[in-house]
């Protein structure tokens, strides 16, 4: 009866992976070529992107190489494999081994409240590597350039002003510092933030909330920093000649309702 009920799971899982797999690709595509079309008219968003796809295979395979000379730890790399592939396998939501001293449970989501991560489960399901860690977080850490140039060119209608803004990004010395170093889910945190913040300024406001709570899922502390957000939220919202009375309230309700709920689970 075990057998066949693993024979099951690891059938569903692998068709339910394969399935969230190619819809996250074909999102992914579909945005891609929405950003292309852009560069016809826009050569230094087309640089961007080029750098950008740089950066991130360059991290990856150099992160890697970190990792095979014996570089990386079970602090956090090791957790994050362990938590992925005990979820993904063995049916134990974030099941990690390093801190049962004190986190009994011995969830991830005992010691940080990160249920984003559950979105990777799929992915590692398909390759439970240390490789597809590491290539997830160069992409989600350096693919932030690309949001981040498209808010700067609505805000400053410069490219060659925005093209600057996000290349000062990539050579922060801080986000090779931290891809370097194992793999971390505050790495989703630059890519979720910025595509939160340039919905909102397009006021297109019902993708800007699944973004809002896709960055209240990653760790506890990115509920503090939306509760920052609410006071410019709201404002922008009033001030919004576009949007019907009715709609700024709902809106309003939505932004404040979401934040708070996080909050308090």
């Known amino acids: ?27 992914l595509l579909r945005a891609l070529i929405k950003i292309i079309t852009m560069t016809k008219n826009d050569h230094f968003l087309l640089t961007t992107m080029i750098i950008t796809a740089i950066f991130i295979v360059l ?54 409240f990160s249920p984003i991560l559950f979105t990777l489960v799929p992915i590692y399901y398909l390759s439970p590597h240390a490789l597809t860690l590491l290539a997830i977080q160069a992409t989600l850490v350096y693919g932030a350039a690309i949001p981040l140039y498209l808010i700067a060119k609505n805000l400053t209608k410069d490219e060659l002003v925005s093209f600057i803004i996000a290349l000062i990004y990539l050579l922060v010395p801080g986000l090779s510092g931290i891809i370097y170093f194992d793999f971390h889910v505050e790495a989703f945190i630059p890519l979720i933030y910025f595509l939160f913040t340039y919905y909102f300024i397009q006021k297109k406001y019902p993708q800007s909330i699944i973004f809002l709570i896709l960055f209240l899922m990653i760790i506890e ?34 932004y404040v ?6 909050l308090v689970i």
């Open 1 to 27: 009866i075990n057998i066949l009920t693993n024979s099951i799971y690891y059938s569903v899982m692998y068709v339910s992976s394969i399935l969230y797999l190619s819809g996250l690709l074909i999102i």
């Open 257 to 262: 309702a979401i934040i708070l709920a996080f």
């Open 59 to 112: 991290s990856a395979i150099l992160s890697y190489i970190k990792h095979l000379t014996y570089n990386s730890t079970a602090w956090d790399l090791g957790i994050f494999m362990q938590a992925l592939y005990t979820t993904a396998y063995y049916h134990k939501p974030l099941y990690y081994t390093a801190e049962l001293y004190v986190n009994p449970s011995g969830s991830f989501l005992g010691t940080h």
């Open 221 to 254: 502390f990115t509920q503090i920093i939306a509760l920052a957000l609410l006071i410019p939220v709201i404002y922008n919202i009033i001030k919004d000649k576009k949007v019907g009375n009715s709609y700024k309230a709902l809106y309003t309700i939505l």
